[in-house]
């Protein structure tokens, strides 16, 4: 044997091993105790925490969401009221014609095809509005109904069968989809 070798024995434990003794057994595991017991507190801190950032994480994200329909909603509501101008305006545009049209006399003398030309255009104008779920209420002749009509005043009738009807449209009204 070489006596600059060690042997086996020697190389299984070298100087950087440290044994042991009994006495010592006993304080490091109290030492592991109080880590263990440490490193739960910062678990459970860390747990704690993350619960902590994933609620805020949730609640973010829901009002986000929420944050989202309210601005379609808004979207929604200003495209509603900007197609309710419209409209109006073209509601306007309807009664110049239904005027024209009431003065028979004025009317028949026009020239036929620039008459018709004319109603070619109201009937385009009424296909618009019909196409956005917008009617013409043809009320002459009906049963006054005050949740559809607006009355500005009354007029006196020859016979009872014409008592409560609307006898003159003044200006015509217009029945959307949900029925007024």
Request: hydrophobic share 35%; glycine share 6%.
């Amino acid at each position: 044997m070489d006596s600059d070798k060690p042997d086996k024995k020697e190389e299984e434990h070298s100087e950087e091993d440290v044994v042991i003794d009994e006495g010592d057994e006993e304080e490091t595991t109290l030492d592991y105790a109080q880590k263990l017991k440490k490193l739960k507190k910062e678990l459970e801190a860390i747990r704690k925490e993350r619960d902590e950032y994933l609620a805020g994480w949730q609640r973010s994200k829901a009002d986000y969401v929420n944050r989202g329909k309210e601005v379609a909603l808004e979207i929604e509501k200003a495209q509603m009221r900007a197609q309710e101008r419209v409209l109006r305006e073209l509601f306007r545009a309807c009664d110049s014609f239904e005027m024209a049209f009431a003065n028979k006399d004025a009317w028949e003398s026009v020239d036929k095809n620039w008459r018709h030309g004319v109603e070619y255009i109201y009937s385009q104008l009424l296909d618009v509005l019909a196409e956005f779920g917008v009617t013409p209420l043809h009320a002459q002749g009906v049963q006054f109904d005050p949740s559809l009509h607006e009355s500005i005043g009354e007029v006196p009738v020859e016979n009872a069968e014409q008592d409560g009807k609307i006898v003159e449209v003044v200006s015509s009204g217009y029945k959307g989809r949900d029925g007024v």
